[in-house]
């Protein structure tokens, strides 16, 4: 159920972060992420991201259209720009938003990392984040009733 509610969030915040247009400045290299992971996430997601009281964070690619689909941030998550989004807003879940815009980049790209889509000595800011492609992104399309407002449609929709 928490899970479900993540999930809901996450969408919510698609139509306004998807297309990476209004992250703001700042930027984050993945070894301070690993550092800020140590300390302010990996109690409840694992050391690797692997998982524990939250979510697990880290592979799964490959797995969503078999028997037991694995649904993580690597595997699932459509948009690169929503992980940041989240993570400002919600997380370490015991002190949301505790943050700096710097840590949230650079803990995301070690999010990215642990899940080979970023390179080790990458950093991360607004521009690099827009330009990932995830996984899973092509499997995600816009809604076509005409009553549903598509995530795909980013202004005067
Ligand atoms: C006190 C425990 C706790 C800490 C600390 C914490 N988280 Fe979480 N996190 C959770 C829980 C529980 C969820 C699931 C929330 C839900 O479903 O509503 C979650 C969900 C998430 C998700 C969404 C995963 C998904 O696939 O839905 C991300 C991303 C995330 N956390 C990143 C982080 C990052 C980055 C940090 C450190 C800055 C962090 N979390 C610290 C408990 C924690």
Redesign the pocket.
Known sequence: M??R???L??FALLALAADGDNLPPGSGSVSHGRE??DQ??A???GAKGEGG???R?VGGQGTLATSKPV???GS??PYGPT?FD??RR?????APQS?SNDDVYA?SAY?LDLNGLLPADATLDAKTLSAIKMPNRSMFVGDPRPDVKSPECMTGC
């Open positions: 928490a899970r509610e993540s999930y969030a996450a800020v992971f302010q996430c109690a409840c997601h009281v939250g979510d964070l649904k993580t941030v699932y998550w992980l989240y993570i919600a997380m370490p879940q015991n943050l803990v999010i």
